[in-house]
């Protein structure tokens, strides 16, 4: 401002009080338009189920003072006969608040609109959460970086030159944080690939947890103990992972052995009295029942059947059932339960 008055001397005070007019008007237009933006947009949010409203209702909030400020002033600077050079820095300036509001704008919008799919995700698939905060990260870095490159290009900067520099510069920096970049595009990959989300339970070597949290860097787990388990997102994606949470339906093999001396028409029932047991749990299904071996004290029985869901304690309840009714058959059939017992026989001589 100091320098666009050094080219005013002489000038009447009539100009100078004709800008500050313009301004004030313009900048308090300004204020009123976006006031009454915000107020009707926020009922039209309020009304519509549709994300657009919200959006604009949060562009038109982040719109700056300082900036509406400047766009006053220019406005107003516009009636004086202002030299070439000037003129030209003001351009720049204007130019250069305007990519920052267009930043500001940007960044908003991609706010606003990951928080309400978060908030509705979080109601319908909690799993889709994971890729959230990745995707606001790189959509942030990509609208500073073209605003800083635009705001330098109008300065005068070679930006060819400098995005040049900023390769080899970028090379250097990657070998020196190669892990942390490894972690990086581990967490990108989860979240292309998705081989587990969030809220389902993993079991990753000898450690076992649900998941809590995908971050940048790192993925956090809740163990049964109730201990947070903290894995590098490379690491846990180099190891085998079991997902407990994609499974649909439990498979269950369980065995039961009977005594040597159980009668044959006995060994016969048993295969039909699993699969009754089976049967009759709701959620479940059935799929075989033999006798596949003779043991060193027991006649073995092997079961398959498959339990239509992946929560255990649902399984757990389900087994009870099925035990407790085989243990009243074999109660009522004369059936002994085989346990590790040894026959001695001894040759008496004289």
Not at 131 to 143: A, C, E, N, P, Q
Not at 246 to 253: G, K, P
Request: glycine share 6%.
């Amino acid at each position: 401002m100091d320098t666009v008055l050094t080219h005013l001397n002489g000038a009447t005070l009539a100009p100078g009080l004709l800008v500050v007019g313009i301004t004030a008007v313009v900048l308090l237009v300004l204020l009123v338009l976006r006031s009454l933006l915000s107020a009707q947009l926020k009922r039209l949010s309020e009304k519509a189920k549709s994300d657009i409203w919200p959006v604009m209702q949060a562009i038109v909030q982040r719109t700056h003072l300082l900036f509406m400020l400047i766009v006053a002033l220019f406005t107003g600077l516009l009636v004086l006969d202002i030299p070439q050079n000037i003129r030209e820095v003001m351009q720049s300036v204007i130019t250069i608040a305007l990519l920052v509001q267009i930043g500001l704008w940007l960044g908003i919008a991609l706010h606003v609109s990951v928080e309400r799919y978060h908030q509705r995700k979080m109601l319908e698939d909690p799993s889709e959460v994971t890729t959230l905060s990745l995707l606001k990260f790189f959509g942030r870095v990509v609208i500073w970086s073209l605003v800083l490159l635009l705001i330098l290009d109008n300065i005068g900067v070679n930006i060819t030159t400098l995005i040049a520099g900023l390769g080899v510069g970028g090379i250097a920096v990657a070998l020196a944080l190669q892990t942390v970049l490894g972690d990086l595009f581990a967490s990108l990959s989860i979240v292309l690939d998705k081989p587990f989300e969030v809220g389902d339970f993993l079991i990753v070597d000898d450690l076992l947890g649900s998941v809590e949290f995908v971050g940048l860097k790192t993925t956090r787990l809740r163990s049964l103990s109730g201990e947070q388990l903290v894995f590098s997102n490379s690491d846990l994606l180099n190891s085998r992972i079991r997902n407990f949470g994609r499974m649909y339906e439990r498979r269950v093999v369980f065995k039961i052995g009977v005594t040597y001396q159980t009668p044959r028409d006995k060994l016969i029932k048993i295969p039909a009295i699993i699969r009754k047991a089976v049967e009759q749990q709701d959620n479940t299904r059935f799929d075989r029942s033999h006798f596949f071996e003779y043991g060193d004290f027991s006649l073995n029985y092997e079961s398959v059947y498959y339990v239509k869901g992946p929560d255990y304690n649902q399984y757990m309840d389900i087994q009870q059932a099925i035990n407790l009714y085989i243990h009243e058959q074999f109660e009522n059939e004369g059936i002994e339960f085989a346990y590790p017992t040894q026959t001695l026989f001894m040759n008496r001589t004289n």
